[in-house]
């Protein structure tokens, strides 16, 4: 989808305030003829939509597949398009600096491209539910590390103020724990834990099974919530839950049923396979759908990243025969 800067300024900050993972792609350096122009940008999401405009037939489905690469491991990266020849590098293709990647593309229309491929991820959104000094203190340090924090009253929570995306504290100390906890349930957030004793949580997660909640995400609830650091301060208890939410976070360990998991970076959507086939002329991987360009020849059907590569294989078949 063509779209200006502006625009694609303004579809990141939607796709941040939804908390949706994407990568932002830039060109640094062209060479003729390729069709893209210096600093141009596109947005890719974590399906592998593209907005915007970063180059042609070969470039764009290459740049889209180190784009939902780089969201799941959350490093940027620099790719090299082209031949290695253009870039100044004898051996391209095993000596590059660490960041960096090379594309060998034959595509003549293409020309060469840098182009370098940055993450941007949400921030964990963690609800700390209750008022005590516990609670407050988690909510503070959270925010001390940037993370979307929601300090909420047990009476004030509702299914709506957690997402799968989120981390759900609940620290009530015994005020209505199972009405809050059950609500938490609902939301099927990321994680959730319970502040309290493993009897206190025994009895609590028992009395919702019995009320027909659902024991598989009963099982996903961590009781007590935090590192165990035993008998200790609620300024110690606030830090040995962010120590544990920040341990599985970085574990990638912390896996939602809309997401393939949520890890140090962000939470990444399951991939969208799709199938993938070798251009014979110029050897770029293709994405195969209805709209790819293909021949079919002696009962094998062969796709080409652009009409010039189709073009040149029929050629060749007609000069053999």
């Known amino acids: 989808m063509p779209m200006d800067g502006w625009g694609i300024m303004q579809q990141a900050t939607e796709l941040a305030r939804r908390g949706e993972p994407f990568a932002l792609a830039t060109v640094v350096w062209r060479q003729a003829p390729s069709s893209s122009q210096q600093g141009a940008k596109a947005l890719i999401t974590a399906a592998g939509e593209l907005h915007g ?6 470039a764009e489905p290459t740049v889209i597949r180190a784009a939902r690469e780089v ?13 290695r020849e253009q870039f100044g590098y004898e051996t391209a293709a095993g000596d590059l600096p660490d960041g960096m990647t ?9 020309g060469a491209l840098e182009v370098y491929i940055e993450p941007v991820l ?3 959104h963690l609800v700390v539910v209750g008022d005590s000094p516990m609670a407050s203190t988690l909510a503070d340090l959270a925010r001390t590390l940037g993370w979307q924090t929601d300090l909420i009253a047990g009476q004030d929570f509702t299914v709506a103020a957690a997402s799968q995306r989120s981390l759900v504290v609940v620290a009530t100390q015994g005020h209505d724990d199972e009405g809050v906890l059950e609500r938490a349930v609902a939301a099927r957030p990321a994680y959730l834990g319970l502040v309290g004793s493993h009897k206190r949580g025994e009895a609590v997660l028992g009395y919702l099974a019995d009320r027909g909640a659902d024991r598989e995400t009963l099982s996903r609830v961590h009781v007590p919530a935090g590192l165990d650091l035993g008998p200790t301060t609620h300024q110690e208890i606030a830090v040995a839950i962010l120590a544990e939410l920040v341990k599985l976070r970085a574990a ?5 049923p809309g997401h ?12 969208r396979q799709v199938p993938q086939a070798t251009d014979p002329v110029c050897g770029m991987s293709v994405d195969v759908g209805a709209g790819t360009r293909s021949t079919r020849r002696d009962g094998t059907t062969y796709y080409f990243c652009s009409a010039g590569c189709q073009q040149a294989f029929e050629e060749r078949l007609l000069n053999h025969e």
Request: net charge negative; charged share 5%.
């Open 102 to 110: 090379f594309v060998p593309i034959a595509c003549q229309s293409e």
């Open 71 to 83: 969201i799941g491991t959350g490093t940027a990266r620099l790719l090299l398009l082209g031949d």
């Open 252 to 256: 990638g360990a912390l896996v939602t």
């Open 122 to 124: 949400p921030v964990p």
């Open 53 to 58: 405009w970063i180059g042609g037939a070969c």
């Open 260 to 271: 393939a998991g949520l890890t140090q970076s962000g939470p990444v959507p399951a991939a």
